[in-house]
């Protein structure tokens, strides 16, 4: 299975055509706008990729906490007014406040809907959410950093703020991913964008719990509202230290950067979960013959493909990628797994 969990924005020209003069954001809140961004790289590479992830952010339950968050040109998100600390009165007011991501998000689910009328039946969709230590990071920093001073102030001055504020945000990822399913999310996956900015030991206090508890949770969460449960996947960049404790978290899929030996990651994972990666998306700059030796090296370190493993990149695909080398890359997967 060769699956792509990113967006079409960073490398498809045709995004820009559909984005128009809207921002990010409201490409986001628009279900016709997200359902065709959603759809271009189907459309684009049809038949060489299983599935489609829906066209958003993981920064939208922030935004539904009542955080103001831009989407800043050439520079990322941007929230004006950050957490600043515990006596921080935005603080008490998030923890405070009582949020229904059924309707602050209802824009998501009928993008998701929608989605899926128009696909057809062709691949299945993903569903997704940020993890809790990833979005209060960007809570506290105000946007993306090379220090994470604010993040890392929390944790180690504020534990216990920071744990309460974990808990909150895994209880709207449940409710928010529940709702995606009932959409008509076939599949979910967890975002800990910046798990690699913490320690081992940290990582059991202030990513793992969390992502377990939105495991554990979301089925029941799924059960209540009359659905099934559907597969789950984890993504928690540069943890590579914790991928053992990842395969016990009760998700069905662990997404592995390029910081993992597939092999190695075979042996330590021992069945119990599939694996999806794991290229260096940097390879994708530098043409066929490059491409092709990463994917004969990743296709042989996941023992040829055969089971317990979807192609991927390590992370999403970066700025000014020529799309026609995306698609060797997916076709040198097919050609080499015999897919």
């Known amino acids: ?21 809207h921002d990010f954001f409201e490409c986001c809140r ?29 920064l939208v339950i922030p935004q539904a906490m009542g955080m103001t968050v831009e989407m800043v040109d050439k520079k990322g998100p941007h929230f004006p007014n950050p957490l600043k600390s515990p006596d921080d009165s935005q603080y008490e007011e998030l ?49 993306g950093s090379k220090l994470f001073i604010q993040a890392k102030t929390w944790i180690f001055r504020y534990p216990k703020e920071s744990k309460a504020l974990l808990q909150k945000i895994a209880e709207l990822c449940v409710d928010y991913l529940a709702q995606q399913v009932k959409a008509g999310a076939q599949i979910i996956q967890v975002f800990d964008s ?5 320690s081992p030991s940290s990582f059991q206090q202030f990513s793992l719990p969390y992502l377990r508890y939105i495991s554990a949770h979301l089925p029941r969460r799924l059960a209540d509202l009359g659905h099934e449960r559907v597969p789950m996947v984890v993504f928690a960049k540069g943890a590579w230290y914790g991928l053992d404790d990842l395969c016990d978290s009760g998700y069905d899929v662990v997404g592995l950067d390029w910081l993992h030996r597939p092999a190695e990651a075979m042996r330590i994972a021992k069945g119990r979960v599939t694996l ?64």
């Open 1 to 21: 299975m060769a699956n792509m969990c990113t967006q079409a924005g960073r490398y498809l020209p045709e995004y820009h055509e559909a984005k128009g003069n």
């Open 194 to 198: 910046w798990a690699a900015e913490l």
């Open 30 to 58: 628009s279900p016709e706008i997200a359902s065709t961004l959603t759809l271009q790289p189907i459309d684009r590479y049809a038949g060489l990729i299983d599935a489609a992830i829906i066209f958003s952010d993981i």
């Open 95 to 143: 923890m405070k406040r009582k949020v229904d991501v059924e309707v602050e998000l209802d824009y998501v689910y009928k993008a998701i809907t929608l989605t899926r009328q128009k696909l057809k039946g062709r691949v299945p969709l993903f569903g997704f959410c940020g993890a809790p230590w990833t979005l209060l990071s960007y809570m506290v920093e105000g946007g």
């Open 276 to 339: 999806q990666g794991n290229a260096d998306p940097g390879v994708l700059y530098g043409g066929k013959k490059a491409i092709t030796a990463v994917v004969e090296e990743m296709v042989k370190g996941f023992g040829g493909g055969k089971e317990r493993w979807i192609a991927n990149l390590g992370h999403g695909i970066t700025p000014f990628v020529d799309p026609d080398n995306l698609k060797f890359y997916f076709e040198e997967i097919h050609r080499l797994t015999g897919s």
